[in-house]
Every structure is written in structure tokens, then in C-alpha cells.
């Protein structure tokens, strides 16, 4: 694919769970974004993003929730079908919902399999440590590539009693190290790293051979993730000091939406030019 404005070619061919490995080996960054719905899945294969997630965020940033936790396993299900027609060649993964792998591993195990049979999608995530490496096991027995996810575990927000950045202590460090070690063991392809350390990111990521993919944790990673919204930015007021805004899209379609207003209340829109 020819990447207009970096002027660059990049490799169109699907990706699998093998390419990032490789890509971490020789050194190559990788990019994953969140995307949510067809067009922003068809802008994000169009600029050559390498990993699709439809992460759960999915449902503060588009259905307007405070938090991941009431995201249903079919509302996820129904926005990677559209982000899989929006980029039919792009590597997506389905971030599982809230309660849709915890309560039992057999249910865990035909939810997953679901994104994989209907959603369009290459893998899962699932957040976790210790407590969900039986499982990990149990679905890439079962054929399902999983990415882990550790640090700051957005669905454990109630229990944690807020957002917290992981890893600030020593023995922190140590656990999210030994997490890793047991999910690499476990059999995922790689994992996220969100709200931790830099220095400590950069002791998992050597600790480690899958390949690391970070937010809020560092450049050290072997690839970084970022929420569309955030980067784009699409929220008026919130920045998240771990997102860097790579356009202001808020106000672009603010002018346009009170152009549009104005043209319409003084009879300036619609035109000839537009009617039939
Ligand atoms: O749901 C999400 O957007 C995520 C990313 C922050 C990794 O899990």
C-alpha cells in the first residue's frame, strides 16, 4: 500500500500472530490504534496501522459510558464486524468485555471464539496477570491467539478505586515481571503495557521475547498504542498526558457543523449546485 503523505510503501499483506515477533526482532516499531467502527478502520489500514484493537474503551468513547464495564459482548461483537468491513485486510483484535471471560472458563472460551467466528477478528485481549494464565492456556490450546494486558487494568477500576499507574514500587515491578514472564509461558502473541514506569516497561520488554505494546509506559516498548479519539482530537477538552494530538478534529468539525447551521437558517445551502 502507498502511503500518500508519509510518501512511503508499506507491505499490504495480512499480517498473522508471527509477523510481530519478527517485527520486535529486527527492531521495527509497531503501531496498533483502537478503532471503533468502518471508516475509522478504513483510515487506519489506509495509513498502515499494523494491529487493529476495537478496544472495550469502545464504550466511553463512542456510547458515552463512564467506564469499560458496561460493554456488552454483542456491542463489541457488532463494532468489529463494522471495523472488519472497513479494513478486510487489516489484523484486528477484539478486546473482551467486562465479565464476558471471568465468571467461567467455558464461557470464556465460546465468547472468544466468537470474535474470531463472527467478528472479523486475527485474536483477543484479555486483561489480566496471574489470576487469568489457566485460561490464556486453555484458548491458544483451543486455537484462539490471545494478547495480554497488564498495568492498569481499566476493569478493574471499582475494585482499584480509581485509575492507578502500576509498577511504582519494587515489589510492584517484580509482580508486573513475573505477570509477563507467566503470560509469555502462558502462550500470547504479546501484550499490552498501560500506565506503567518507563524504566519498568523497559525491564518487562527485555524480560520477555513476545513483543510489548505500551500506553503510558514508555518508548522502550516494541510497539505503542493509542485510543483514536485521543489522538485525533476529537474530545474538546480531555487530553490523557499519555496521548499526543496529532490533529484537532473537535474543532474541524465544530466550524463545519456551525457553517452548516448558518448556510441552512440563511438560506445560503442547499444550492442549485445541489439540487436535482
Ligand atoms: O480498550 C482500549 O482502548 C484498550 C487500550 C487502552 C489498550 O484496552
Known sequence: MYNKRKNTMRSSAKKTVCSFRKMKNDGEKIVMLTTYDAPSGRFAEQAGVDILLVGDSLAMTVLGFDNTLPLTLEESL??????????????????????TFQASESEALKNAARYLKEGGCSAVKIEGGMPIIPLVEKMIIS?????????LLPQQVLTAGGYKIAGKTDKDAERLIAEAVALEKAGVFCMVL???????????TEAVSVPTIGIGAG????????????????????KP???????????????????YCKEVREKKFPTEEHSF
Open 78 to 99: 457488532n463494532h468489529c464486524k463494522a471495523v472488519h468491513r472497513g479494513a478486510p485486510n487489516s489484523f484486528i483484535v477484539g478486546d473482551m468485555p467486562f465479565m
Open 143 to 151: 486455537g484462539i491467539p490471545v494478547m495480554g494486558h497488564i498495568g
Open 194 to 204: 498501560e500506565g506503567i514506569p518507563a524504566e519498568v516497561s523497559k525491564r518487562i
Open 219 to 238: 518508548p522502550e516498548c516494541a510497539g505503542q498504542v493509542q485510543v483514536f479519539m485521543d489522538i485525533l482530537g476529537m474530545f474538546d477538552g480531555f
Open 241 to 259: 498526558k499519555h496521548a499526543k494530538r496529532y490533529a484537532n478534529i473537535a474543532g474541524e468539525i465544530h466550524d463545519a457543523l456551525s457553517d
